[in-house]
């Protein structure tokens, strides 16, 4: 057992309470984190004189030791400390003798694991952001190329209007741009230091919180030490974003799932983004998609986890707090992987368009658009309505379209039906009409694509400070 403490102690810890208690097996992974902020509370603690210059540059040489010795595979994290900031200290008190044990002056674990918590989600944060911005451009580039491809529209999952894909997928363009901007506000929020708050009172050492604070790449510090250690709403913040996320991914997911399917074949999923079936050799699956929407579930698990923990903790600081890194840790992992893998699905994923076009015209996706003829011809829109629902009737008897009823056999439901009629109520026609900003034709969704193209531009990484 490698712990800090034990002074007041006069038994050993119980061997299974030992490892209940540790974090190691988990919180090693920022390890980075851990050691830049020691590196800057080392530099600051010299800078005021708390520890003398030469004794902080002991340090900070040993840590930058430390750190390249972990990358290079050299020193191994071991698991018999209790947590990584405890492997740290022990591994530079090791190496430089007295000055390692001058470190921990003035801090806590409380505020120490605040810090790294924070420095790890704002790194995951921009991570995120930068495969959101990706993702984007796939889809902007579909819209680009599919601006006449003509499709269904669905309510209730049912033919509804004719859009474009270029239309459909505009609608999941702007999900993720507002994802995007929930990072971008979050970040704005998170990014303030807590180091210094000491255990929940701060310290009576002569502190530089806003030193630190800088050296770090915080806009300042954080304004309440108590608030400093226990707060984990920036944490709750980002499982949010990360679910929403998720579930934009699964709606959109859920969609290449149907028109995978049989009855649909709007697509052809690439087959390095597809799985055959080990007893059903005509099988192509989608299960990339599936896995997508199914591990929504996992990442609002997270969510609903961490709100719950934190819902009965008194300030400050208290272990349950601990709590909050596995489930967020595989949500943060879960999240990134599902956006890069559908971003990968999508950008080979081949769209059929001539099944698409079928589809639109069966299904009398152009009945609004007949009504509205009728309401051009002088007919109130309520009896144009009836007489296109008596149209529809018809054909779905005879099993045809309405372009497919000839003049003659129109004219016997309405006289203001023209030879016209057929050119307002073609597919092409239906869309390139719906000209209203956010609307699917031409030239409505190029004036979208040119501004989303250059929010693209404009939007870049989030932050200044790299993904530590
Ligand atoms: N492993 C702990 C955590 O993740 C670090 C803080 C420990 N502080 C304490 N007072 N025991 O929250």
């Known amino acids: 057992m490698a712990q800090l403490w034990g002074g007041r102690f006069t038994k050993e810890t119980d061997a299974l309470v030992y490892r209940f208690n540790a974090s190691i097996t988990f919180d090693k992974r920022f390890y980075r984190q851990d050691i830049e902020g020691s590196k800057a509370h080392a530099k600051m603690l010299g800078k005021q004189g708390i520890i003398t210059k030469e004794e902080a540059s002991e340090i900070v040489q040993a840590l930058d030791g430390i750190l390249a010795d972990v990358e290079s595979g050299a020193l191994a994290i071991s698991e018999e400390y209790e947590d990584i900031h405890s492997f740290v200290e022990a591994t530079l008190t090791e190496r430089i003798g007295d000055a390692g044990k001058k470190l921990h002056t003035g801090r806590s674990r409380n505020d120490q694991v605040a810090l790294d918590m924070r ?22 580039h579909g819209m680009e190329e599919h601006t006449q491809t003509v499709m269904p529209g669905f309510t209730h999952l049912q033919k509804a209007q004719p859009i474009t894909l270029a239309h459909h997928l505009g609608a999941y363009f702007e999900m993720f741009k507002r994802d995007r901007q929930r990072l971008s506000d979050i970040y704005e929020r998170m990014n303030y230091c807590p180091l210094g708050s000491g255990a929940l009172a701060g310290t009576t050492f002569p502190l530089d919180r806003d030193y630190t604070a800088d050296l770090l790449g915080f806009y300042g510090p954080t304004l309440n030490s108590m608030d400093g250690v226990s707060d984990r709403d920036y944490l709750i913040e980002f499982l949010s974003a990360l679910a929403t996320i998720m579930m934009h991914l699964s709606r959109f997911s859920e969609e290449i799932i149907i028109w995978n399917s049989n009855e649909y074949q709007f697509v052809e999923i690439d087959d390095a ?34 709100l719950t923990t934190m819902k009965g903790i008194p300030l400050a600081y208290n272990k349950d707090m601990q709590e909050d890194k596995e489930l967020a840790f595989d949500a943060m992992d879960t999240a990134k992987g599902c ?10 994923i081949k769209f059929k368009k001539d099944a698409m076009a079928r589809s639109a015209s069966r299904g009398f996706t152009n009945a609004t658009d007949a009504a509205d003829y009728l309401v051009g011809r002088g007919v109130p829109f309520r009896d144009a309505h009836g007489i296109i629902g008596q149209v529809v009737l018809a054909c779905i008897e005879k099993g045809i379209a309405i372009d497919d009823l000839p003049l003659s056999e129109l004219k016997q439901f309405s006289d203001a039906f023209e030879e016209d009629v ?36 404009s939007a870049g990484k989030i932050g200044s400070n790299g993904g530590m």
């Open 119 to 140: 420095l790890y989600t704002r790194g995951q944060v921009q991570e995120t952001d930068a495969l959101l911005k990706k993702l984007l451009e796939t889809i902007l």
């Open 422 to 457: 057929y050119e307002a109520i073609s597919m092409e026609t239906c869309v390139n009409k719906r000209l209203t900003t956010g609307a699917p034709g031409k030239e409505a969704m190029e004036r979208v694509i040119a501004e989303e193209k250059s929010y693209l531009e």
């Open 273 to 306: 983004y597809s799985t055959g079936s080990s007893i059903m050799p005509q099988k192509k699956n989608p299960d990339i998609a599936e896995l997508v929407r199914g591990k929504a579930g996992r990442v609002y698990g997270a969510l609903l986890s961490l």
């Open 339 to 348: 956006i890069a893998l559908f971003e990968g699905m999508l950008s080979t």
